[in-house]
């Protein structure tokens, strides 16, 4: 018995449906803001591909964020990890894709929480600055989504006894 391989993800043509549909879901995380910060009237929000400021609207990408440095978290390297785990455990879904009962659906899920985690890291590391508000949304979502559609594999990365 492979960890994490059973029950729901047989081969099959059901098997590449609920595939994509994880992949999608997985992927559309990375549409949505893991943080919005409040900073007076301003708005920031940190997706995995930059930051976009309101005031004025600008969508700066990561690499160049990094390079400038301007406004970063107190630890800058989470956002370059959280966003690493993240693409890790996408391109680990889209093992699922090909083909679908090789997923290591174990790893997909492991990484996406390592993901939501060191994000989640990332609000206290801008609390401290007086008058900004952090607010982990999509890293929040990603845990919801991991829990809702890798489950199973969390619960026997976790406890492997779980599977028996």
């Known amino acids: 018995m492979s960890l994490g391989t059973e029950r729901p993800y047989q081969e099959g043509r059901g098997a590449l449906r609920a595939a994509r549909r994880r992949w999608l879901v997985l992927a559309g995380c990375g549409a949505l803001p893991w943080t919005a910060i ?7 929000l940190l997706f995995p591909y930059g930051v976009f400021n309101s005031n004025p609207p600008v969508l700066t990408d990561l690499v160049t964020l990094l390079g400038y440095g301007w406004r970063l978290p107190r630890n800058p390297q989470l956002l370059v990890s959280s966003y690493s ?4 455990a996408l391109l680990s879904a889209t093992v699922g894709l090909v083909r679908p009962a090789r997923e290591p659906v174990w790893l997909t899920a492991g990484l996406g929480v390592l993901a939501a985690l060191t994000h989640l890291a990332i609000v206290p590391s801008v609390a401290y600055r007086l008058g900004w508000t952090p607010l982990p949304v999509g890293s929040l979502v990603l845990v919801g989504v991991l829990w809702w559609w890798y489950g199973d594999a969390l619960a026997r990365l976790v406890s492997p006894s779980a599977a028996a």
């Open 85 to 88: 785990f993240y693409g890790l």
């Open 38 to 44: 409040v900073i007076g009237s301003e708005l920031t």
